[in-house]
């Protein structure tokens, strides 16, 4: 047994599948098709504006023929149904941006990990598909759109779990107590992922994030427990604290790169007091 960081961190989520080798074999494995990329964005945005709230994507890549985007949700908000449902559209509407003609160029496929469950059990199944193909008056379904979201819930993998799904789920879900036996997987993109996660010593930056998202959910957790506001209050608080850090970050490099007060203020959305108290 080694010890891992679980992968329902975003983080280490992202640093493993950003590697080409693995999100290829992902891709391939999850939706059955034949992807090879060389490079993998992670927290990826479209350079022009798409609808009316602008989509970010944890992990991206694309072929010439293919779209893949891949995100990882610890089922935080409600509405993660219909957020990923935007985010999938958006990347099909992006690309008719021409005025010849509504064609999609690319294939989207969306694939979506949730390492958290609902607590009202909502969410029954380990892997689910959505696509865009109508069913006719005799219950057959036309083959038109291509275009697939996949929902994959690691906890709740089960004997009708699809085998080429079914390998990565119980992997992920294998790390999520921080433990991994190494000697149950035999394949070399499992045992790279192994030595990516072990937990050894990761630079401060990744180790910030990782250590915020733990509080984080130790404070909700605590908060849903008890009943308590105080639980949710220290939640706000780290939420609000890692907020300032990042800007402050931006705030420094920015002003590095020689750029105006005012011009810094409307890049981070603050006060030309509020970024030159952070330049003290």
Not at 106 to 122: A, E, F, K, M
Not at 180 to 196: A, H, L, N, R, V
Not at 213 to 229: I, M, T, V
Request: proline share 4%; charged share 30%.
């Amino acid at each position: 047994m080694v010890k891992v960081i679980p992968l329902k961190y975003g983080v280490m989520f992202k640093r493993v599948f950003s590697d080409p080798d693995i999100f290829n074999q992902f891709a391939n494995d999850i939706l059955g098709i034949n992807l090879n990329v060389s490079k993998v964005h992670t927290e990826y945005q479209y350079p022009k504006p798409v609808g009316f709230v602008r989509s970010k994507y944890d992990l991206f890549a694309e072929d010439e023929e293919q779209r893949i985007i891949v995100e990882i949700q610890q089922v935080k908000e409600e509405d993660f149904f219909d957020r990923f449902l935007y985010d999938h559209l958006i990347s099909m509407v992006e690309q008719v941006g021409g005025f010849e003609e509504y064609a999609f160029d690319r294939t989207v496929y969306t694939i979506v990990v949730l390492t958290s469950v609902p607590r009202d059990g909502s969410v029954k199944f380990s892997c689910a598909i959505s696509d865009m193909n109508p069913v006719d008056e005799w219950g057959n379904k036309v083959q038109i759109y291509p275009h697939r979201i996949v929902f994959l819930v690691p906890r709740l993998v089960n004997d009708k779990t699809p085998p080429g799904v079914r390998q990565w789920l119980e992997f992920i879900d294998d790390s999520l107590d921080g433990t991994i036996d190494e000697s149950s997987y035999d394949d070399p993109s499992f045992q790279k992922i192994i030595k990516t996660i072990e937990n050894q010593t990761f630079d401060p930056e990744v180790l910030s994030e990782i250590k915020d998202a733990a509080a984080w959910e130790k404070a909700k957790a605590r908060f849903a427990k008890e009943g308590r506001e105080e639980g949710l209050e220290e939640g706000l608080k780290i939420a609000e604290e890692k907020v300032f850090t990042q800007q402050r970050q931006t705030v420094m490099a920015a002003q590095k790169m020689g750029m105006e007060i005012q011009a810094i203020a409307a890049l981070v959305g603050l006060t030309e007091t509020a970024v030159q108290d952070m330049l003290k």
